[in-house]
């Protein structure tokens, strides 16, 4: 079944201590991003990334890191976790940048 | 820089009553694509359509339609007969190149409909 695998469902941290939120997709695909999505802000684009080795910084990047070594894989790495984190998350994955966009379930993070 | 304005933040309507939802975008590119996302309440993320700045047709698909229109940088979706599934928020979203041939998207804030049984 083509999907996007996401990485905890639900996380609680507390600040300051690192964690990577998973996501893989099983379609080839060459487009990948995060985002998160906060009460009436929407979905927010944290990073992205077009192929293996090639990422950009979204429109909220700070406080966060991606790498993306294998076309499939697509993490979120957040350093030092901070309250102001505490969202909702979703990666996402299509063909190209112009394709639909496959969603992951969402990671639910509180940061306290 | 590229935007997308929802400016309907939540709206209620009767089930069976049709509602329309805004979307309003902004971008100095000529080619880009324009899409539409369901997220019920169960949380998941539904592509329901893509739209290329070439093509303003108006698209129709059962109780669905959507309006493209150019010359006032809309594309807003049409619900017909509403009923209590389509309650859900939904998002319009703007895909655009960018530097170096790369693509980015960007999200209106979301309208969440409330189908009243």
């Known amino acids: 079944e083509a999907q996007v695998t996401q990485n905890p469902r639900y996380l609680i941290t507390v600040t300051g201590k690192k964690l990577t939120v998973t996501c893989s997709q099983n379609?080839?695909?060459?487009?990948m991003s995060w985002y998160r999505q906060d009460p009436g802000l929407g979905l927010r684009q944290i990073y992205y990334s077009m192929n293996v080795e090639v990422t950009d910084k979204g429109d909220v990047p700070e406080g966060y890191k991606v790498s993306r070594k294998e076309k499939r894989n697509f993490p979120l790495i957040l350093e030092s976790p901070s309250p102001n984190q505490t969202s909702l998350y979703f990666c996402?994955?299509?063909?190209?940048?112009?394709?639909?966009?496959?969603f992951g379930n969402g990671t639910r993070l509180t940061v306290t | 820089a590229q935007k997308v304005t929802q400016a309907q933040t939540e709206i209620s309507v009767v089930e069976k009553e049709d509602v329309t939802l805004d979307c309003v975008y902004e971008?100095?590119?000529?080619?880009?694509?324009l899409f539409w996302y369901k997220q019920p309440p169960s949380g998941e993320l539904v592509f329901l359509i893509r739209r290329n700045s070439f093509d303003e047709q108006n698209e129709i698909s059962g109780r669905y339609s959507w309006n493209f229109q150019k010359s006032t940088s809309s594309f807003n979706f049409t619900i017909t007969a509403s009923q209590v599934v389509d309650s859900a928020v939904y998002f319009c979203a703007l895909s655009e190149s960018i530097s170096g041939g790369y693509q980015k998207v960007t999200f209106g804030t979301g309208t969440k409909l409330q189908v009243i049984p």
């Open positions: 971008t100095r590119d000529t080619t880009y694509y």
């Open positions: 379609m080839n695909h060459e487009y």
């Open positions: 996402a994955s299509s063909f190209r940048g112009f394709s639909p966009l496959h």
